[in-house]
């Protein structure tokens, strides 16, 4: 098949459906495309997405219907690149919302606009950077040195190099790299609370060298399953929890559900979100939980790759009040100088990472 009309087929389905990572994964593995074409379809839907609302305005003003193949053109022509209007919801393709949190802060508007590169977590337990850089460039394909010790960016086409399939590195962004290293840096028995699929166990136990105990728990039994079988494959020395126990903890690190905001380049649905929903409340009630399970003295150590002050300054003010925990300046820590810090955490300020809030709190 052609990559435009599969292209056509996936916004087809994302236009009724929405979800554009499902999308995605119900069409092109039986496209019958090369690897590179459905790339090239994977971006040109992630265009499509990422500027639909400017797109639905210029349809309307050349008078056009909103058809697939119409969305699908304009992505092809660029057509972003030279429309004008002042109207900054338009101009940015952003939801009402997410627009009045960002009308001060242009450059984080103009930023997850941008196609970001696809970041690797070199697995230490396996390979390391030598290796992994030579191997993606014998592959013709870049290997561009991060400012963290355990990340390389490359291309889109690297989700598909031998050194991920070989379990030599993993595809995560560089902001989750960067907190998973801090997490590390606290403790010696840690233990990641939503762990999901296990990006930030693997990368704790690959920055660690296998050195430190690390527990994983997630409330998906699937999630749980698909971490321990990566943790084989990865030579990581990860505890995997099935229920949560009495155990106690140096560190819980809690990467709670969230808007995803600060993601949107790689997921741009996340920049119509209208509100912060039910995510403060579920953000609320996790944090209970994972407070349990740290010793006196212990850390826990809060994550939302968003920047909705209801989802990350307010639920730390809150909750550190009411269980009366101590914030910390995240001074004495790795990597200090890609945080820019507030009164109750910081945003992560990698200059090609997502943007992610993170508080530290001591008990």
Request: hydrophobic share 35%.
């Given at each position: 098949?052609?990559?435009?009309d ?39 839907v ?7 609302r ?8 050349i ?24 109207d ?18 242009l ?5 997850l ?16 950077t ?19 010790e ?16 070989k379990?030599?590195?993993?595809v ?18 840690i ?17 660690t ?46 990467d ?22 039910k ?6 009630n ?14 826990l ?10 989802e990350?300054q ?10 009366d ?16 810090k ?18 530290l709190?001591?008990k």
């Open positions: 098949m052609d990559p435009k599969v292209a056509i087929q996936v916004v087809t389905k994302y236009l009724k459906k929405n979800k554009m990572a499902m999308c995605l994964r119900d069409i092109l593995p039986g496209s019958g495309l090369s690897l590179v074409d459905r790339q090239n379809v994977a971006d040109i992630h265009e499509v997405v990422r500027w639909k400017l797109y639905d305005n210029i349809l309307e003003e008078g056009l219907a909103k058809s697939p193949d119409a969305y699908v053109n304009l992505a092809l022509e660029n057509k972003q690149n030279n429309w004008s209007t002042d900054f919801e338009i101009k940015y393709s952003v939801s009402s919302y997410v627009a009045s949190l960002l009308k001060n802060k450059k984080w508007t103009e930023y606009n941008e196609k970001p590169p696809t970041s690797l977590c070199i697995n230490f337990n396996k390979s390391d030598k290796e992994v850089a030579s191997i993606l460039e014998s592959e013709k394909l870049p290997a561009e040195k991060s400012n963290l355990s990340a390389i960016l490359t291309s889109s086409m690297g989700r598909y190099s031998s050194v991920v399939t379990n030599l590195a993993h995560q962004d560089e902001s989750s790299q960067l907190i998973a290293c801090i997490t590390a840096f606290l403790g010696d028995n233990l990641d609370f939503c762990a999901g699929n296990g990006g930030k166990s693997l990368a704790m136990a690959s920055i060298r296998n050195r430190k105990k690390i527990f994983a728990y997630d409330i998906n039994s699937k999630k749980r399953l698909t971490l321990a079988r990566r943790s084989k494959e990865y030579n990581a020395e990860i505890s995997i929890e099935e229920k949560l126990s009495d155990k106690k903890f140096d560190v819980v690190l809690v709670a559900p969230c808007t995803g905001i600060g993601a949107a380049r790689r997921n741009p649905e996340a920049k119509y979100v209208d509100g912060p929903g995510y403060p409340e579920i953000q609320q996790i944090l209970v939980e994972a407070e349990q399970k740290v010793k006196p003295n212990g850390f150590f809060y994550s939302v790759c968003t920047f909705t002050p209801d990350t307010e639920v730390v003010k809150k909750f550190s009040k009411e269980k925990l101590k914030i910390s300046n995240l001074e004495d820590i790795p990597y200090t100088q890609f945080l820019n507030t009164n109750h955490g910081a945003y992560i300020i990698l200059p090609k990472g997502d943007i992610f809030f993170v508080s709190l001591k």
